[in-house]
Structure formats: C-alpha cells, structure tokens
C-alpha cells in the first residue's frame, strides 16, 4: 500500500513539476524571459484551480447521481430551504468563487502593470510586418534586414519554422520592440521570450523582454494577415553580451561594403545573378519561378508591358506598389542594390530580354 502511495506521489510530482510541464508539447513553451514566466505560471496556477474546481463538481455529481437514485426510493428534499445549508449557501458559495476570482485577478495584475511599463532599453529592435516577411531595425546600431522564410523540405523538422536572417539580441538585457506594419494587421509573437501586440500600419506599439537563457526561439505571425500568413516564422537567436557586440561590429561591416556596392557601376550578368536570388526568395510566392504569375491573382512579368516597357514605369511598379492589391511598395523592404538587381532581373529573364539593366544609383536617385 505504502508503496503504491509512494509511486503515486513521486509521478504526480514529476507531472506537476515546471519542467516537465514546459516540456509536454500539449502546454504553453517553456518560458524564457521574466514577463513570458509570470504569464506561464498565471497560466498554471489558473489551470490547477481550473482543475480542482473540475474535480469536485464532478465527484459531487458522481456522488449525487448515485446516492440520490430513484431506484432506492429516494425523494427529493422540500424543506432544502428551511436547513441552515440551504440558507446560506446563496451566500458563501459566490464568497468562494469571488475569493477564487481575486486570487487569480490579485497574482495577474502585478504582470499586468509590467507588461504595460516602459523599461529603459539596451536595445531597441524596431519590427515592421508586411506580406510576408519581417523586418529588423536596430534604432540605436543603424542595422536593418529583412527575415524571409527559409525554403525547406517538408520532412525538415524546422519546415515553414526557420528564416534566412534570424534576429540575433543580447542575454540578460532589457529589449524593447517597436512594432509596425506596412500593409495589414501582424502580430510578432515569440511565446517563450515575448508577450503578444498587434502590429498596426501608422502606429508604433512597444514590447518588452529580459530574456534569461542563449538559445534558439521560434515563433509565428499571430495575426491571420492573408494568404502568406503561415509563411512568416520568426526565429530569435540569443546570445552572450560579447557574440552579441561582435555580430553587431559584423553587421555595420557588412552595411559599409552594401553602401560601397550601391555606388559602384554594375554589369548587367552581375545585377542578373544577384536579382535572380532576390526573386527566387521574394517575388516567386505570386509570380511564379517562370514569371508567369498565377492568372486571375497575381499578373505575370514574363511578357508583361511594365516589364519591357520603360524602365522609371518599372520602378515606379516595384519601388511603390500597387494601392488596393498585393503588390507591395519594396522601396522600404529592400536596398539600392537589391532593387536594381531584381528589376533587371525582372526586365532580362525568361522572353523578357530587354538587354537593358538598373543601376543602384538610379535607385537611390528615384527614392
Ligand atoms: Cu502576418
């Protein structure tokens, strides 16, 4: 018997502790900053309470369904009122579900106020969504990316879950996330680091993170943002203070030689073979590897008049968008170089053998 007991309380113990419950794919990930571990255990402490409540109510059914059966002659007791019980259980029975109520309310409202506070940052990330990829600006490094989805095979464990540019932040420091939107409604939610907001074109909304542990963390848009929303993983890649200082150092490095390339004069198979990759990565979801598009839904570019017409009406198409549609306005999303690489791309591949070519000065000189 005792020991019955024993093995019973040591698997409880090993069902109700932390980590095993992190671990249960079924429960909420693992927290990994101070907010996302207030939300996980306000999570469980309801969920037991929840699961409490649900036990009582049940053995009391059980317990009256079967000692109060017709079948022995029972009936039903009139004078339920005139008992003390019946008396007073109008009173103490919302007593227990208020006190109930205030115990939850009361743990909640401390992790309210933080999520609601504006500590000072030592970094801020500024996080725009649009369809459908993120971008990545870090307001005080000057560092600004793109994070696309990575291409992977279905059977890859991290399939539709991986991007190409991961956001890299710093352990043990205070993160502030800025977010946006430059088309619809999207939500940057990575659930073990960071609490969830909209993301709203026009308005800036603030997140906050102290995230304690280095690692790889992923997460989704939350936010149903049309047809691409499932292809807009998020995966967050945090690091020591000193990887951290040398990835930024690396970044500015990489923007210095991108300014160095925008000024310099491009050959035409150099732009084609870099605007190729950018298409393959970007424009390829609507417009199809072939550039024909899918009809009725997104037009083609093999063929297209934008596309061998003049070269300004080209830009215009690509740097600026089309209101009312999907065609977004990549002047934001993307650099000098990338822009003039994809549209003389655009303008040489498949029948479209314009021969002509877009340099990245007369980018910068159209913006
Ligand atoms: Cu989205």
């Known amino acids: 018997m005792i020991r019955i007991y024993t093995s019973a309380m040591a698997m409880l113990a090993t069902l109700f502790s932390t980590s095993a419950l992190a671990e249960y794919a079924l429960n909420l990930p693992e927290p990994n900053s101070e907010l996302t571990r207030e939300i996980f255990d306000l999570h469980m402490l309801t969920t037991y309470i929840a699961v409490i409540i649900m036990a009582i109510v049940t053995a009391i059914i059980v317990y009256a369904l079967f000692k109060f059966r017709k079948s022995t002659g029972y009936e039903a007791d009139q004078k339920f009122h005139e008992g003390w019980f019946g008396r007073w259980s109008w009173l103490f029975v919302p007593v227990i579900v208020l006190g109930i109520d205030l115990t939850i309310a009361g743990s909640a409202t401390g992790t309210l106020a933080k999520i609601e506070s504006h500590p000072d940052a030592d ?4 996080v725009t969504g649009s369809q459908w990829k993120w971008t990545y600006e870090y307001m005080d490094e000057g560092i ?18 991986d991007v190409d540019n991961p956001l890299v932040l710093p352990v043990g420091k205070q993160v502030r996330f800025l977010h946006t939107a430059t088309d619809v409604l999207h939500a940057w939610w990575v659930p073990s680091i960071a609490f969830k907001k909209d993301s709203i074109p026009g308005y800036i909304i603030e997140t906050h993170a102290k995230i304690d542990r280095e690692g790889v963390f992923r997460g989704q848009c939350a936010e149903n943002c049309g047809t691409g929303h499932a292809y807009m993983p998020i995966v967050v890649k945090v690091v020591s203070a000193d990887e951290y200082t040398a990835w930024v150092a690396a970044q500015q490095e990489v923007k210095l030689a991108k300014a160095a390339s925008a000024d310099k004069v491009w050959t035409l198979d150099d732009l084609y073979a870099k605007g190729e990759e950018i298409y393959n990565s970007v424009c390829v979801a609507c417009h199809q590897l072939n550039g024909m598009g899918i009809p009725g839904t997104f037009p083609a570019i093999n063929g297209s008049p934008v596309a061998t017409g003049d070269k300004a009406g080209h830009m215009d198409r690509v740097m600026n968008g089309v209101a009312g549609t999907a065609m977004a306005a990549y002047a934001f999303q993307m650099d000098d170089v990338d822009l003039a690489a994809v549209i003389t791309y655009q303008r ?20």
Do not use: C
């Open 348 to 367: 040489n591949a498949w029948d479209n053998k314009t021969g002509d070519m877009v340099q990245p000065a007369e980018i910068k000189a159209a913006r």
């Open 144 to 161: 600004r990316f793109n994070s696309n989805l990575k291409k992977l095979d279905p059977s890859d464990e991290h399939y539709l879950r």
């Open 123 to 126: 970094v801020t990330v500024k």
